[in-house]
């Protein structure tokens, strides 16, 4: 039986995994003791991804539109069809009348290589990706309060923390495989703390829940914020080399009432003084959040 490394992209952690294939199928799947992301771990997902591709329902063959309906062609006349109709296209009304669109399932090579078709086979840098409709705000908003459009840390950095903030995100559905690293940080002995409305296993397991009203996460951190600053935990050092606009954001934490926020999230103004406490002497946080806060 032949064994093939490969990523699994049913989500964003994209684990190493080995597809064990018989002939022309797919028969099996197993983790890769040796990836970075999973360590030799899987979800369920992972485990049974195999039977995706072994699926009765799955296309085997393109299927081409011919006298209004869907018939079995070869590849070559597929890729032939597609390459004269986008040509045809370019050729008419530009090549910016063309759009492609990367699925979410895609690796970060196949989407590469999207664009790369996009950019210099067609001419146009109109791609865009599935989930940019509700992720365009988050790249924004780390653009420009962390100067780059995507996470400062690996996953493996998890391990090595001190506190861990997951907020909004039910990361045991989403990404199971980072809930199992911020369960085993747990173990060795991070502190971890949950914010959120809903309930999710890591709540479940956390050292902390705080349980706040929807949308009311603002008030949470700057009442967080508040009691960080009025007893001095700051670490001047890194925001004196890394931040802009500290006198200003200073001045509107210098605003808030901790017992108000308290009362408009509905969590206990000592569960926030926990929390900040916690996270302002810890050496090492990292904070995994929902893409829309």
């Given at each position: 039986?032949?064994?093939?490394?490969?990523?699994?992209?049913?989500?964003?952690v994209?684990?190493?995994?080995?597809?064990?294939?018989?002939?022309?199928?797919?028969?099996?799947?197993?983790?890769?003791?040796?990836?970075?992301?999973?360590?030799?771990?899987?979800?369920?997902?992972?485990?049974?991804?195999?039977?995706?591709?072994?699926?009765?329902?799955?296309?085997k063959?393109?299927?081409?539109?011919?006298?209004?309906?869907?018939?079995?062609v070869?590849?070559?006349?597929?890729?032939?069809?597609?390459?004269?109709?986008?040509?045809?296209?370019?050729?008419?009304?530009?090549?910016?009348?063309?759009?492609?669109?990367?699925?979410t399932?895609?690796?970060?090579?196949?989407?590469?290589?999207?664009?790369?078709?996009?950019?210099?086979?067609?001419?146009?840098?109109?791609?865009d990706?599935?989930?940019?409709?509700?992720?365009?705000?988050?790249?924004?908003?780390?653009?420009?309060?962390?100067g780059?459009?995507?996470?400062?840390?690996?996953?493996?950095?998890?391990?090595?923390?001190?506190?861990?903030?997951?907020?909004?995100?039910?990361?045991?559905?989403?990404?199971?495989?980072?809930?199992?690293?911020?369960l085993?940080?747990?173990?060795?002995?991070a502190?971890?703390?949950?914010?959120?409305?809903?309930?999710?296993?890591i709540?479940?397991?956390?050292?902390?829940?705080?349980?706040?009203?929807?949308?009311?996460?603002?008030?949470?951190?700057?009442?967080?914020?508040?009691?960080?600053?009025?007893?001095?935990?700051?670490?001047?050092?890194?925001?004196?080399?890394?931040?802009?606009?500290?006198?200003?954001?200073?001045?509107?934490?210098?605003?808030?009432?901790?017992?108000?926020?308290?009362?408009?999230?509905?969590?206990?103004?000592?569960?926030?003084?926990?929390?900040?406490?916690?996270?302002?002497?810890?050496?090492?946080?990292?904070?995994?959040?929902?893409?829309?806060?």
């Amino acid at each position: 039986m032949a064994h093939a490394l490969a990523t699994c992209c049913f989500c964003g952690v994209g684990c190493g995994i080995y597809l064990e294939t018989s002939g022309d199928r797919i028969v099996g799947a197993y983790p890769s003791m040796s990836h970075p992301a999973n360590r030799g771990r899987i979800c369920v997902r992972g485990w049974h991804v195999h039977e995706v591709a072994s699926s009765p329902d799955r296309l085997k063959a393109p299927l081409l539109r011919k006298k209004g309906a869907l018939v079995e062609v070869s590849w070559d006349e597929a890729y032939g069809f597609i390459a004269e109709r986008l040509r045809a296209i370019r050729d008419r009304h530009g090549p910016d009348a063309i759009g492609f669109v990367s699925s979410t399932h895609c690796s970060n090579e196949e989407s590469y290589l999207l664009q790369k078709l996009a950019r210099s086979v067609i001419g146009t840098n109109n791609v865009d990706h599935g989930i940019s409709v509700h992720r365009t705000n988050t790249i924004q908003a780390l653009s420009e309060m962390l100067g780059v459009p995507a996470a400062t840390c690996s996953i493996a950095d998890i391990e090595r923390s001190d506190v861990i903030v997951v907020d909004g995100v039910d990361l045991a559905k989403g990404s199971p495989t980072i809930g199992g690293w911020v369960l085993r940080a747990r173990l060795r002995g991070a502190k971890v703390i949950v914010v959120g409305a809903r309930h999710s296993r890591i709540a479940v397991n956390a050292d902390m829940f705080l349980q706040n009203r929807p949308r009311t996460e603002i008030h949470l951190y700057g009442a967080m914020a508040k009691i960080i600053v009025d007893r001095g935990l700051m670490d001047m050092k890194f925001i004196k080399a890394r931040c802009r606009g500290y006198e200003e954001f200073l001045a509107r934490v210098k605003e808030y009432d901790v017992l108000w926020a308290a009362e408009q999230c509905d969590v206990p103004p000592e569960s926030i003084e926990e929390a900040a406490l916690a996270f302002a002497r810890a050496g090492i946080v990292i904070r995994d959040c929902d893409a829309e806060l």
